[in-house]
């Protein structure tokens, strides 16, 4: 965790818990969606259907930080959001392990309702602490090494998850998940001594609202926007969900362009400027989240995931592979070999269901009758945070020595560079198509940790850059609804990414798909760096770098 003695106390207690919770998190997010699309197990959901939903859920898990936040400022404080919203998250992990739809649903408001009071709180709480002179010019610092804590607990959870579903099933990963959840709030409960000096309740000024005002003019505005957008015929926008979850941001993305107008003299440019940065980081959320859908369903069904000799062993011995059986019949019938889901006796659904075998080279299949062992699709999902907690300590050392060099980029120019970085990242996955012949062969999985590779330098350059500047740049009495802003554009950036993953399937080519996510990538890019003088003099006027 590098040299903590230069950093607050409390950084171990919020490292540690953050990591417990995104342990939780991870866990669930990262077989979410093979979940969804399992048909023995699961709810047998096509591709389209998966996608949208867990686009909707994560983008309302990153939605509702905007309450958390508001509440935690004006009423709750920081501590007690952070630990009503963890137990609620705990609780709707461990439900998920209920197979049925309406307690999967539920499961899922628990989630998303905790995450709005556990997410925009710990990370405003951390920024606090570091806002002393003591501490100020550790921020950055800090927030990359709260990042990794975040990160650690992302990359352990999926070898967890592999091992559970392997030898337990699908609902026991789920409670591991919620077990997860729960140790990172008795962390949190256990350092509570040191965030005293962070959780300051802000005292109302004439600028701002009444939370009932909000209520009226906000919340009530947005719920019925989403009924309308969801009753509208004939979708707009692909979906039932993405009519009412666009339609719902509305009043909300009204209220942040609301506190600029109200804002004084002194307050708006920095406003301003988040604003800028929020709009044009939601195009890295809808790229970087497809983690979860494109690039999973890109690792289960074409990537090469057997393994040989002492790795098959070794794998299976941990629970992270299990062998599948080859037949010829099982590609030869391909296109016409379906699956049904059930309801008492009634077929309800029935799509044809892909194979892993389809596109494995004829030299590389089994005898026929024999096994091949897979490596768990889940752990892909490992990929990114373990490159987080490689390249971390590396770029704090290079910011560090660029410091003492008096050359040290402001947050801004980080975050530039980030978007044009994760913009190259999408080439990798373009030649990956290329190499497979579209997915006719099977690509190797270096294409998979070469796209996170890069993608994560663009990453740790962005999203924990982003979290410091709104702590930089936030006026005092707005810190934690800015935080909440900030969620705001990561989760209209996760729906976004759920509505590019229901057009994978459209993709005949899927180097075409790719390339429309590098092109969305390039123009948020082109937005920063053509801002990034104007973004750079408020920070200057701010007295922050």
């Known amino acids: 965790m590098g040299n903590t003695s230069k950093h607050p106390k409390a950084l171990p207690y919020l490292f540690l818990s953050e990591m417990w919770e995104r342990f939780g998190y991870y866990l669930m997010i990262g077989i979410f969606l093979l979940y969804l699309k399992n048909v023995e197990h699961g709810f047998a959901m096509t591709n389209t259907e998966a996608s949208d939903l867990y686009g909707t859920f994560i983008a309302l898990v990153f939605l509702t930080p905007f309450v958390g936040g508001l509440i935690a400022d004006r009423y709750w404080g920081y501590r007690k959001s952070i630990i009503i919203g963890g137990l609620m998250m705990g609780l709707g992990y461990c439900l998920m392990a209920v197979h049925s739809l309406p307690v999967l649903y539920i499961s899922m408001a628990l989630v998303i309702l905790g995450n709005g009071f556990f997410k925009p709180n710990i990370s405003t709480l951390l920024g606090n602490l570091y806002n002393s002179p003591e501490y100020i010019k550790r921020k950055d610092d800090g927030y990359n090494i709260f990042y990794m804590g975040i990160n650690v607990g992302a990359f352990i959870c999926n ?79 692909g979906s039932d969900s993405t009519d009412a979850f666009i339609f719902a941001c509305l009043p909300v993305i009204g209220f942040y362009a609301s506190l600029y107008i109200r804002a004084s003299s002194a307050e708006k440019r920095p406003i301003a400027a988040l604003l800028a940065i929020f709009a044009a980081v939601i195009l890295f959320w809808a790229v970087f989240k497809q983690n979860g859908t494109t690039l999973t369903i890109w690792a289960d069904n074409f990537t090469d995931r057997q393994v040989h000799g002492t790795t098959a062993t070794l794998l299976r011995d941990l629970k992270q592979a299990e062998d599948i059986v080859y037949t010829k019949d099982s590609v030869n019938l391909h296109d016409n070999l379906f699956r049904i889901q059930k309801k008492e006796g009634i077929v309800i659904k029935e799509f044809n269901y892909p194979v892993y075998f389809k596109n494995v080279k004829p030299q590389n299949l089994p005898p026929d009758g024999g096994n091949a062992t897979l490596w768990s699709t889940p752990i892909s999902q490992s990929i990114n945070p373990g490159w987080v907690i490689l390249l971390t300590p590396l770029i704090l050392a290079f910011f560090a020595y660029l410091r003492k060099k008096n050359k040290e980029p402001s947050t801004a120019t980080k975050i530039a560079f980030g978007l044009f970085i994760s913009a190259l990242s999408v080439l990798v996955m373009v030649a990956a198509v290329y190499v497979s012949g579209n997915g006719a062969e099977k690509a190797s999985a270096w294409w998979l940790v070469g796209t996170y590779g890069v993608v994560t330098v663009g990453e740790l350059l962005l999203s924990p850059m982003g979290l410091s500047l709104v702590s930089k740049l936030s006026p005092v009495r707005l810190t934690s609804l800015m935080m909440g802003g900030w969620f705001l554009a990561t989760s209209i950036g996760n729906k976004l990414s759920g509505i590019l993953a229901t057009l994978w399937d459209s993709y005949e080519n899927k180097a075409n798909f790719y390339w429309v996510n590098f092109v969305l990538l390039m123009f948020a890019t082109f937005i920063i760096f053509a801002m990034l003088k104007w973004l750079n003099r408020i920070m200057k006027e701010k007295g922050v770098n």
């Open 159 to 237: 070898f967890f998850s592999a091992a559970i579903i392997i030898v337990w099933g699908w609902k026991y990963a789920f409670i591991a998940a919620g077990i997860g959840m729960f140790l990172g709030v008795i962390i949190f409960i256990m350092g509570a001594t040191h965030y005293k000096s962070g959780d300051v309740r802000k005292p109302m000024n004439k600028e701002d609202l009444p939370f009932s005002k909000i209520i009226i003019t906000i919340f009530i505005p947005a719920i019925i926007a989403g009924i309308l957008g969801w009753m509208i015929p004939n979708n707009i926008f």
